[in-house]
């Protein structure tokens, strides 16, 4: 399963699906791309900037994140750049999103993102979305 994590940490994102599928990370692991510590940064950093965490709350989820069983696909490389660019054009996605639809396909997993793009171009290959 691959995932974004964002909603967990900001209460205005969470839903009962999110809920639900952090529940499910305490026993079903997720893969995801080589940059998602990148991305959990700067998600962090700028909620604390706009006062929505505290240094306190990023500590304590840094140390859930740490506790789940999330592998890093460290798969995807230079020579992919093809691959990444043919998806952002064809689905019109960043380069970070076309990095979780290329995991997702290559490794034939479910997709779990609200990212409505991202949802878009997993349907369109035919990826299972979760959420």
Partial sequence: MLGHYETWILENERTEATDALQDRLAVEA????AHWPLEVANVL??????????????TRFVQLLAGLPI????????????????HCRAHS??????????LAMRRQLPLATLDKELRR???AVGLRLEL
Wanted: hydrophobic share 45%; no cysteine.
């Fill in 30 to 33: 997720a893969i995801v791309p």
């Fill in 45 to 58: 950093a700028m909620a604390e900037l706009r006062r929505s965490l505290t240094e306190a709350d990023t």
């Fill in 71 to 86: 592998e890093i696909d460290r798969a995807t490389s230079a020579s992919d750049l093809d691959s990444l660019l043919a």
């Fill in 93 to 102: 996605l960043t380069s970070y999103d076309a990095a979780y639809l290329e």
């Fill in 121 to 123: 171009a997993a349907q």
